[in-house]
């Protein structure tokens, strides 16, 4: 194997590892996880809670990672364009569309877990939430920077920064981790495997950089970690629901509202 080939495959097999490694900062009881994330002393002095710092190390890691290979000569080692040239060699016929569902596989397994029975973090009407939360939030960025930054694709298209189907993927596993890797952690082995592979075929199948992969990997976790960090676990509970009277110049009624 070539020294970009090692280095290629080096990437690929730290992309599980490292997020794996990172996701304990998430095994605490629901109540950590809110707004006590962040403890204000004064205006002047915040100090931010250790597993927030945890828990950014790997998304943040592959955002740099991704940014890394933008940097270089196009004839570099490092380069997106040589290690995607390595990739269609290594992978000249093994073009598919599985990724296209690969993307979807841990979020099914969530609630298909959920519906056998299987014990989770959170109960169903928070699982929901959060998972609509961190789905709007990842999509909220990737088309940001889609739009912000269009960038041309391997195979010619266009918005190819950062890989969407990837960002899916990892919000996808990310939420299967944390909801059910005190089960198993081959559960969560099962998730991000399927992740990588997703980005592993975008790059396959000619319509992603390597680039593109990790950002849209960091962006997945990270879109996931924040919601889950700042979700309040109060969907449920009667608490959460509030019917206010209204008065107005010409009449009255009445004000719903749910704390998110």
């Given at each position: 194997?070539?020294?970009?080939?090692?280095?290629?495959?080096?990437?690929?097999?730290?992309?599980?590892?490292?997020?794996?490694?990172?996701?304990?900062?998430?095994?605490?009881?629901?109540?950590?996880?809110?707004?006590?994330?962040?403890?204000?002393?004064?205006?002047?002095?915040?100090?931010?809670?250790?597993?927030?710092?945890?828990?950014?190390?790997?998304?943040?890691?592959?955002?740099?990672?991704?940014?890394?290979?933008?940097?270089?000569?196009?004839?570099?080692?490092?380069?997106?364009?040589?290690?995607?040239?390595?990739?269609?060699?290594?992978?000249?016929?093994?073009?598919?569309?599985?990724?296209?569902?690969?993307?979807?596989?841990?979020?099914?397994?969530?609630?298909?877990?959920?519906?056998?029975?299987?014990?989770?973090?959170?109960?169903?009407?928070?699982?929901?939430?959060?998972?609509?939360?961190?789905?709007?939030?990842?999509?909220?960025?990737?088309?940001?920077?889609?739009f912000c930054l269009p960038t041309r694709r391997p195979s010619g298209g266009m918005n190819s920064m950062p890989s969407g189907h990837t960002a899916q993927a990892f919000v996808s596993a990310t939420i299967l981790d944390i909801e059910y890797?005190?089960?198993?952690?081959?559960?969560?082995?099962?998730?991000?495997?399927a992740a990588t592979t997703t980005g592993m075929y975008r790059m396959i199948n000619n319509v992603h950089w390597i680039s593109d992969v990790l950002v849209g990997a960091g962006i997945g976790i990270f879109s996931t970690k924040v919601v889950?960090?700042?979700?309040?676990?109060?969907?449920?509970?009667?608490?959460?629901?509030?019917?206010?009277?209204?008065?107005?110049?010409?009449?009255?009624?009445?004000?719903?509202?749910?704390?998110?």
């Amino acid at each position: 194997m070539t020294l970009r080939q090692h280095f290629l495959f080096a990437i690929l097999c730290l992309i599980p590892q490292l997020v794996f490694s990172q996701e304990f900062a998430l095994n605490r009881s629901p109540d950590t996880l809110g707004v006590r994330s962040v403890e204000i002393k004064n205006i002047q002095n915040q100090i931010i809670q250790p597993q927030w710092i945890r828990g950014a190390v790997a998304p943040a890691a592959l955002i740099i990672a991704g940014t890394i290979t933008l940097l270089p000569e196009s004839d570099s080692f490092s380069s997106k364009y040589s290690i995607h040239d390595d990739v269609i060699r290594m992978f000249p016929n093994d073009k598919s569309h599985i990724d296209n569902y690969l993307q979807f596989i841990p979020i099914v397994a969530v609630f298909g877990l959920k519906a056998a029975g299987v014990k989770s973090r959170s109960d169903l009407i928070n699982q929901v939430v959060i998972s609509a939360k961190a789905e709007l939030l990842m999509n909220v960025l990737v088309d940001g920077m889609k739009f912000c930054l269009p960038t041309r694709r391997p195979s010619g298209g266009m918005n190819s920064m950062p890989s969407g189907h990837t960002a899916q993927a990892f919000v996808s596993a990310t939420i299967l981790d944390i909801e059910y890797r005190e089960t198993s952690p081959w559960i969560s082995v099962a998730g991000y495997a399927a992740a990588t592979t997703t980005g592993m075929y975008r790059m396959i199948n000619n319509v992603h950089w390597i680039s593109d992969v990790l950002v849209g990997a960091g962006i997945g976790i990270f879109s996931t970690k924040v919601v889950y960090y700042t979700h309040r676990y109060c969907w449920g509970k009667k608490g959460n629901k509030m019917f206010l009277p209204a008065l107005y110049r010409n009449g009255g009624g009445a004000t719903f509202a749910i704390i998110l």
